[in-house]
């Protein structure tokens, strides 16, 4: 009796995670089209794997039908049954059914529903990573280390939410950050607002990430906790601050959530006493 192999991919569509997110846990029911009325054939069925892959060797395909033989009737495997494929996906409350679905195919297989927020990659505080699913822990992880007094604390930003904080990478000189700040509050350039800080940046740094999450209305939530979050390291002592990308530095990213590549957006800030 006829079996296959049965393999493939599920990845989530492109987004704030990266494009290639696996759909972990999602159940999987594979099928066998026949003719209309004559119902189709559950073949195969699991659940994917932490990288979205599922894998298996179905039951027998192809239906069978009885013919007369000069010996008496015989069942055999029936000629115009040809194999044709569907996918039954389902994942919590989503579901889609892929038609045709093609197994072993070298391309994953694209779900509409969309990333889970623990998918996305919001930062990296030292070595603890913040995802979509709880991004108030930002703040959170730089309030222990500050108030644990490590000597210093690199905030990895990475993803779509963090471009607004692009400016800042120019702005390591007091001027720079200051202009930026004059000019998201509409003020001239010979204004007494933040006029002089000779000593360092950090301090207009931080009212120019507050300024950045005044204007950038989309991610205003997690660019207000970094906001936040500097300036209680800046309170605390943390007045040396260097701002860098992420491939300038050599920086990798945690397990589980790829790898930069050229034209990757991810900021660093560095803070020391």
Request: charged content about 15%; some cysteine.
């Amino acid at each position: 009796m006829p079996s296959i192999s049965i393999a493939g991919r599920l990845v989530h569509a492109p987004g704030p995670g990266g494009a290639q997110v696996p759909v972990s846990g999602a159940d999987i029911r594979i099928y066998d089209i026949d003719a209309p009325g004559r119902g189709d054939d559950l073949i195969w069925e699991g659940r994917t794997n932490a990288q979205g892959q599922f894998s298996g060797t179905s039951a027998n395909w192809q239906d069978s039908v009885k013919v007369m033989t000069p010996f008496g009737p015989k069942t055999v495997a029936d000629a115009s049954d040809i194999l044709l494929l569907k996918m039954e996906v389902k994942q919590g409350p989503n579901a889609v059914t892929i038609s045709p679905f093609v197994t072993n195919a070298p391309v994953p297989v694209v779900v509409p529903w969309p990333q889970p927020a623990g998918a996305i990659l919001l930062a990296v505080v030292n070595d603890k990573v913040v995802t979509g699913a709880k991004p108030d822990m930002l703040y959170e992880y730089v309030k222990d280390l500050a108030e644990s007094d490590v000597p210093r604390i690199r905030i990895v930003c990475t993803g779509d939410w963090a471009k607004p904080l692009e400016p800042l990478l120019a702005a390591n000189a007091a001027p720079a950050a200051r202009a930026l700040v004059l000019s998201r509050l509409g003020l001239p350039a010979d204004s007494l607002v933040l006029r002089q800080n000779p000593a360092d940046w950090v301090i207009v740094a931080c009212c120019a990430i507050i300024c950045l999450a005044v204007v950038a209305t989309a991610v205003v939530a997690v660019v207000g906790i970094l906001a936040t979050a500097v300036t209680l390291a800046v309170l605390l002592g943390y007045r040396k601050v260097k701002t860098s990308t992420c491939n300038q530095l050599g920086v990798t990213l945690p397990g589980g959530y790829g790898s930069l590549s050229l034209g990757d957006y991810c900021f660093v800030m560095d803070l020391e006493k």
